[in-house]
């Protein structure tokens, strides 16, 4: 499975392409941790079909990192860089050179149709490019929430949950190119639902991602978990960012009893972690008290 991926205007001077953390081979009540091949046996090839409407060809790959991302980025006419946490690196020159993908680092794999890749999810395009121009241009990691009535305005909630589903497109694309089981539940939140029982998304920041790639954007480890006979997956965590802040999203089988996600409020926290295994564990962290000042002084007033 890929790892850490960014994409990192290279002009900033910052390093741009090594996931320099440690992390350890086990959790922190001590399971192990194991690599992909461990699992290879549950992973799901290829079918060759759309994994959201299943039933046209699949002939499109989503973008990992969205083009008007990309082009922001290239805003001051530097180069792009891309790097993921074995070491390899790719530069990116030009608009010519996003739209070509020659390293085939900016999308997935073909995995959706190209009505659902287009038509379908435009909407959810639409949403995402209004929050990400807005996360890309304010200080929000410690601030104690993101205003989607600041962003989208009054009528929030539509525009918000269609952010949410851009986000379940990303990460169902992720789950077929990694060979995981895309949840139905996550195709009936595309396909217009307006929850799902057993997943969870959240806005997040880690004070790793911020340390190494807050200039950037990054995905997370694709984090699974098996049940004790490693014979099917049960749980999911992937993670992408803008900058420090990122959407998470967890899938767990046997669904959540009680739950509350991101896109239900017109101002949801951001909930704070140290690193990739806390993110993964669920083990928030409170805020500094320089953190805390600041969201006392900015909470919302009704």
């Not at 090839?45 to 969205?66: L, N, S, V």
């Not at 807005?134 to 410690?142: E, F, M, N, Q, Y």
């Not at 807050?214 to 992937?238: C, M």
């Amino acid at each position: 499975m890929e790892t850490w991926t960014e994409i990192r205007n290279a002009q900033e001077g910052c390093p741009a392409w090594v996931f320099n953390e440690v992390m350890s081979d086990r959790t922190s009540d001590g399971r192990p941790i194991l690599g992909p091949d461990a699992l290879a046996h549950l992973r799901v090839p290829p079918t060759g079909i759309c994994w959201w409407c299943q039933e046209r060809p699949a002939t499109t790959g989503e973008h990992k990192f969205k083009r008007t991302d990309l082009t922001r980025l290239m805003a001051n006419g530097g180069p792009l860089l891309w790097g993921d946490r074995e070491g390899k690196t790719r530069e990116i020159r030009g608009r010519s050179g996003v739209k070509r993908d020659r390293y085939g680092v900016i999308k997935f794999p073909k995995s959706l149709c190209e009505s659902c890749n287009t038509k379908r999810s435009k909407p959810f395009d639409n949403a995402y490019d209004v929050y990400s121009q807005h996360v890309s241009r304010t200080w929000l990691r410690i601030m104690p929430g993101v205003d989607f009535r600041q962003i989208f305005g009054t009528d929030w909630e539509t525009p918000t949950i269609n952010l949410a589903r851009y986000y379940g497109k990303h990460f169902g694309c992720r789950m077929v190119r990694a060979g995981l089981p895309v949840p139905d539940t996550l195709r009936e939140f595309l396909d217009g639902a307006t929850d799902m029982s057993d997943a969870h998304m959240a806005l997040i920041t880690t004070d790793t991602v911020h340390k190494l790639y807050k200039g950037g954007l990054s995905i997370s480890p694709d984090f699974v978990e098996a049940d004790k006979n490693i014979s099917r997956f049960v749980r999911y965590v992937l993670v992408a960012y803008i900058g420090s802040i990122g959407v998470r999203y967890e899938w767990l089988e046997e669904g959540f009893p009680e739950q509350s996600q991101f896109f239900e409020y017109p101002h949801p926290v951001i909930n704070c972690f140290k690193d990739e295994i806390a993110v993964c564990e669920g083990r928030t962290r409170r805020p500094g008290w320089f953190a805390s000042l600041v969201q006392w002084a900015n909470q919302p007033r009704e």
